[in-house]
């Protein structure tokens, strides 16, 4: 089992950080190898050819091993989710299955580059909300999205856990509807892969778009995507020199080349070799692989769940007792209690946690400890006297 690992980290001891889903802080290994690396960069003279490659492949294989992909070709570094999912938008056929379907309130960037499959190919949008709340919302959003996927269901977005509230999802029943129909499935693991188990062979997604600042502890700027045989033979959303084959061969970069290199690696960004990043997500990589993504929600789960019947006890909902993930859970205020005073108590507390119309998102991960949850619950119990 793993044990509070908050001496890693550098957060300040006068505030308890319970937001990792708004942004992941960074481990004190990983800031001192973008410390080494900016230090690098001050002499261009200390870059050769391989340092443009290497990093790369070192990292798509991290990567592709912590998701279970089973081939690093399969992996690609993008800059953002909307740009990673555009990439996935831009190579799906539209022509005869018509329908888009998004689980609803995704975050915008797995929305708008689906509105522009919408104007560009003549795709409809179907959004998925939920059918109802409390303890069934989560079981019963889950049937309807398997209810929704007919004969004209090209593509299902969604996430693994709403970004939102922290409902989680039957992906592995959502794929096999799929299958029934033929149609595609785009994840975007932002705010579960790296607490929350993903294993790509089991899950069978067409593809996988993570970014690197949440859960998984890196840089704002990076990520990384996985991208499976449907789209080998597609058009990336912009070209760089580095994709196309024999890249590698300085020397003949102007015998332009039509071939891109194989599988996932034409939809990788521009300057993907980014020596400052990779190497700083490499690390967080290497940490999260040894501690464990099941290891970290086992942590998470211990850490709250008794905390969650204790804020039930006090008249807040929770998703207690229903499919939940730990890392993510969204809170409902009792009725009559005001969010805008909550939010001040919690802010004069320095408690950082997520504030969404009449819920907060409470997202820990391992360097938080009792003490933190111990914090957040005083405040709970002095609003809800
Ligand atoms: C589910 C989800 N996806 C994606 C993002 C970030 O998207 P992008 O990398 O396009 O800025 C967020 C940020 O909060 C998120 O919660």
Same mark, same amino acid.
């Given at each position: 089992?793993?044990?509070?690992?908050?001496?890693?980290?550098?957060?300040?001891?006068?505030?308890?950080?319970?937001?990792?889903?708004?942004?992941?802080?960074?481990?004190?290994?990983?800031?001192?190898?973008?410390?080494?690396?900016?230090?690098?960069?001050?002499?261009?003279?200390?870059?050769?050819?391989?340092?443009?490659?290497?990093?790369?492949?070192?990292?798509?294989?991290?990567?592709?091993?912590?998701?279970?992909?089973?081939?690093?070709?399969?992996?690609?570094?993008?800059?953002?989710?909307?740009?990673? @999912?555009?990439?996935?938008?831009?190579?799906?056929?539209?022509?005869?299955?018509?329908?888009?379907?998004?689980?609803?309130?995704?975050?915008?960037?797995?929305?708008?580059?689906?509105?522009?499959?919408?104007?560009?190919?003549?795709?409809?949008?179907?959004?998925?909300?939920?059918?109802?709340?409390?303890?069934?919302?989560?079981?019963?959003?889950?049937?309807? @999205?398997?209810?929704?996927?007919?004969?004209?269901?090209?593509?299902?977005?969604?996430?693994?856990?709403?970004?939102?509230?922290?409902?989680?999802?039957?992906?592995?029943?959502?794929?096999?509807?799929?299958?029934?129909?033929?149609?595609?499935?785009?994840?975007?693991?932002?705010?579960?892969?790296?607490?929350?188990?993903?294993?790509?062979?089991?899950?069978?997604?067409?593809?996988?778009?993570?970014?690197?600042?949440?859960?998984?502890?890196?840089?704002?700027?990076?990520?990384?995507?996985?991208?499976?045989?449907?789209?080998?033979?597609?058009?990336?959303?912009?070209?760089?020199?580095?994709?196309?084959?024999?890249?590698?061969?300085?020397?003949?970069?102007?015998?332009?080349?039509?071939?891109?290199?194989?599988?996932?690696?034409?939809?990788?960004?521009?300057?993907?070799?980014?020596?400052?990043?990779?190497?700083?997500?490499?690390?967080?990589?290497?940490?999260?692989?040894?501690?464990?993504?099941?290891?970290?929600?086992?942590?998470?789960?211990?850490?709250?769940?008794?905390?969650?019947?204790?804020?039930?006890?006090?008249?807040?909902?929770?998703?207690?007792?229903?499919?939940?993930?730990?890392?993510?859970?969204? @809170?409902?205020?009792?009725?009559?209690?005001?969010?805008?005073?909550?939010?001040?108590?919690?802010?004069?507390?320095?408690?950082?946690?997520?504030?969404?119309?009449?819920?907060?998102?409470?997202?820990?991960?391992?360097?938080?400890?009792?003490?933190?949850?111990?914090?957040?619950?005083?405040?709970?119990?002095?609003?809800?006297?």
């Amino acid at each position: 089992m793993l044990t509070c690992q908050k001496e890693l980290f550098n957060l300040s001891e006068e505030v308890t950080y319970l937001n990792c889903a708004y942004m992941g802080p960074l481990l004190r290994s990983v800031e001192a190898v973008g410390h080494e690396e900016v230090k690098r960069r001050l002499r261009p003279f200390n870059y050769g050819r391989k340092d443009f490659f290497e990093p790369v492949q070192k990292i798509k294989a991290t990567f592709s091993e912590f998701v279970n992909t089973g081939d690093a070709e399969r992996i690609a570094i993008i800059p953002s989710v909307s740009y990673g @999912i555009s990439n996935a938008a831009k190579n799906i056929d539209f022509s005869q299955k018509k329908e888009i379907l998004l689980v609803g309130e995704q975050f915008p960037s797995n929305y708008y580059p689906w509105e522009t499959a919408v104007k560009n190919q003549g795709a409809v949008i179907k959004p998925i909300t939920p059918t109802s709340s409390g303890k069934t919302r989560a079981a019963d959003w889950n049937q309807s @999205i398997l209810d929704h996927i007919n004969e004209n269901t090209a593509v299902l977005s969604m996430a693994h856990v709403h970004w939102a509230d922290g409902t989680l999802y039957d992906l592995l029943a959502i794929r096999e509807k799929l299958d029934t129909v033929g149609a595609k499935l785009v994840i975007d693991g932002t705010q579960s892969v790296g607490a929350l188990p993903f294993d790509v062979q089991a899950i069978r997604p067409d593809a996988l778009i993570v970014a690197a600042y949440k859960w998984l502890l890196g840089p704002y700027g990076i990520g990384l995507a996985y991208y499976g045989p449907a789209f080998d033979n597609g058009q990336p959303i912009e070209e760089n020199w580095i994709n196309r084959k024999n890249s590698q061969q300085f020397e003949n970069l102007v015998n332009y080349q039509p071939a891109y290199e194989p599988k996932a690696a034409r939809y990788s960004v521009g300057e993907q070799s980014n020596f400052i990043y990779i190497a700083m997500l490499q690390a967080s990589l290497e940490q999260l692989s040894a501690w464990g993504p099941q290891r970290i929600q086992n942590y998470c789960k211990g850490l709250v769940v008794d905390y969650l019947k204790e804020f039930e006890s006090l008249g807040f909902q929770t998703g207690l007792g229903t499919e939940m993930a730990y890392h993510l859970c969204g @809170i409902q205020l009792p009725d009559g209690l005001e969010m805008s005073k909550l939010s001040e108590m919690l802010q004069q507390e320095n408690i950082y946690v997520s504030v969404r119309g009449n819920s907060i998102r409470l997202a820990p991960n391992v360097y938080n400890d009792q003490h933190d949850m111990d914090h957040l619950l005083s405040v709970f119990k002095r609003i809800a006297q």
